[in-house]
Structures are given as C-alpha cells and as structure tokens.
C-alpha cells in the first residue's frame, strides 16, 4: 500500500496538467475522464475520490475560517461508469454564519444542477458535520450512500461509512409524510408562471425555471401576502456576469428547515465550480423568482450580495401559487 501513498503524492505532478485544464473549465469529471484517471494511476474509484480531495479544496473560498473544505461526489451511470463532481466549502463576509456553504452541500447541488438523480459516493476530507448528515438524509436513495473518509491506515487510503451509521435514529421526510426526495425527479413537477407580469427576458426566464425545478416538498403555514395556505417554496436565482453566462440556482428544503440550501447559495457554488476563475465581481445581475410564501428568499439573498456585490441591486418577482395539483 506504500506504493499507493507514493502515487497519491505525485498524483498533481504526473497529471496536474490535464487537471488544471479540468478545474479551469469545472470541477466535473466525465465517465471517460474518470476511467482514464483510474487506468493511468492504476487506482479503484473510491481511492480516485480521495486523492481528488485537495484540488476540491483548492476551489474554497473561506475568508472567515480559512479553513479550506472539499467533497467528491460520484454517480454511478447505467453502464457501471462514475462521472465525478466536486465541492468546497463558501463562507461570505459580512453575512451571518449560517449563510456559509459546506463542501457536500456544494457537491451535491453541482451534482443536482447537472440532472443527476442519485449520489452513490461521496468523499470528503473530514467526517460530515451533524448539519451536513442532515442534508444528505434528504437525497434520493440516501440508505445507499457511501461516505469516503480519508485514513491514515498504511493499509487502506480510504474507510467507508454509512450515512445510516452517522446518523442512527433520523429525522427525515417520511417523519412528514413527504415522499419527494432531493435530487429524485418531483412527483408532481411545478409550472410556475409570473405574477402579473410576463418577460421574455433569458435572464428572468432563467431564474423562473430554476425556481420550478426547486426541491420544496413542504407546505409552511398560511401566506400573510395571499391570506391563504402558503404554496410551498418554489424559489430560483439566475445571475448573469460580464460576459453574458448565467448560472442558476433553486431552493432545496430539508424536512428539519436549517441545511436548507437558499438558490442564490445555490447559484454562486454552481459558478464557482463550474468556472473557478470567474469572480464574483463579475455579476452584472442577479434576479430572484419565488412563490409567494412565509419562508421567503429575499432577505438572505440580499444579504449575501451586499457582502459580495455591494453595488449590485436584486431583480426580484413572484410568480403565482401554483395549482392544488402541483403541491
């Protein structure tokens, strides 16, 4: 196994060139990629996710901890192959703690914003926080995930738990009778539609399909704006940078409401992976579609742009409730 330490070491210099093309155009490995990391290193996937670990931790951007964070997640395709995702930790200046974003919440949101439905492994560089194992019992297939851990065993680079075994006696969806699962395609899928107002501009058109595609299984309460049931909480981010990308973001509720993922989290993790040298200085605009609700995504997304865009004003619309069939 010594052989293994060795090659895990030189890993960046053999191929740090063929990765640094990888993380300048997104922290995402294809099956090809992945299977040609495994043949070339002569490695299984799991020790391919650890070693992966440190370039996932080089895309985070803790200016309050500094305390650099990454995850690897993987999903395994119909053909037996892995396309891998990465993740890192987000803190912002300014805003309240809570608004940081942990490493597996952002590999598991690239993974989600990429159209995948489950999450088979998921490495990370230190055993999941209680906040983090509780995102992840909200994921589709969530019994069947494999937790990587880096070891210090000569024997074995890499241990295995369960979420099961990190988190005994969960709390989850099925406690409110909720079936939906996050990353799971919606029993009922969402058509959401502005209020009052109609625009065919991309970058509100962008943020109106993202908040339809948000996971928001969970009615809150009565709506203090329509004086009726609240519509659960369909919300989408879309911001657009200097030259013309747009990257998106949508809502993902957790049945125990605090490592819900806000869309604008969402939207700034996916840029950042997706092209890590984009700053955010950049964002030239940032619109905010949402449901009318009591859970509303306004006030924390105004919060974080002040910290990271202070000049930049939010774009926001509701949209209607959608129909009783679509809750």
């Known amino acids: ?56 931790a080089e895309l985070s951007i803790a200016p309050i901890s500094h ?55 998921l490495a990370t560089s230190a055993a999941p926080c209680g906040y983090c194992r509780q995102f992840l019992n909200e994921l589709h297939r969530s019994e069947q995930l494999q937790i990587l851990l880096p070891s210090d065993n000569e024997e074995q680079p890499w241990t295995t738990e369960t979420l099961g075994s990190l988190l005994p006696n969960a709390f989850g969806p099925l406690h409110l009778g909720v079936k939906d699962r996050l990353l799971a395609p919606p029993s009922s899928p969402c058509h959401l539609q502005l209020h009052h107002s109609q625009s065919n501009d991309p970058v509100i058109q962008s943020a109106l399909q993202a908040a339809s595609l948000s996971y928001a299984p969970y009615v809150i309460g009565a709506s203090s704006i329509t004086n009726k049931t609240c519509s659960p909480a369909y919300a989408g981010v879309a911001l657009q940078t200097e030259d ?33 040298s984009t700053s955010f200085q950049t964002i030239t605009r940032c619109v905010l579609v949402e449901t009318p609700t009591l859970v ?8 974080i742009l002040s910290s990271i865009a202070p000049e930049l004003g939010l774009e926001y619309y509701l949209t209607d409730s959608p129909s009783e069939g679509e809750k």
């Not at 964070?69 to 987000?90: C, E, R």
């Not at 509303?296 to 919060?303: D, H, L, M, W, Y």
């Open 244 to 276: 013309g990308e747009i990257y998106c973001g949508r809502h993902a509720m957790n049945a125990a409401h605090n490592p819900s993922l806000s869309p604008l989290q969402s939207a700034l993790s996916f840029m950042k992976m997706s092209h890590p």
């Open 67 to 121: 305390f650099s964070v990454g995850a690897v997640a993987a999903s395994i395709n119909q053909d037996g192959s892995a396309t891998l995702y990465l993740g890192a930790n987000m803190e912002f200046q300014k805003s309240p703690l809570s608004s940081s974003l942990h490493a597996e919440q952002a590999a598991i949101n690239h993974a989600w914003l990429h159209g995948e439905s489950s999450i088979d492994f």
């Open 1 to 56: 196994m010594e052989k293994d330490r060795s090659t895990a070491q030189e890993f960046p210099r053999k191929m740090g060139h063929q990765l640094g093309g990888i993380l300048q155009s997104g922290g995402r490995l294809s099956a090809q990629q992945v299977c040609d990391y495994m043949t070339s290193l002569e490695i299984d996937l799991e020790t391919l996710m650890v070693m992966m670990l440190p370039f996932a």
């Open 296 to 303: 509303s995504q306004k006030q924390i997304t105004e919060s």
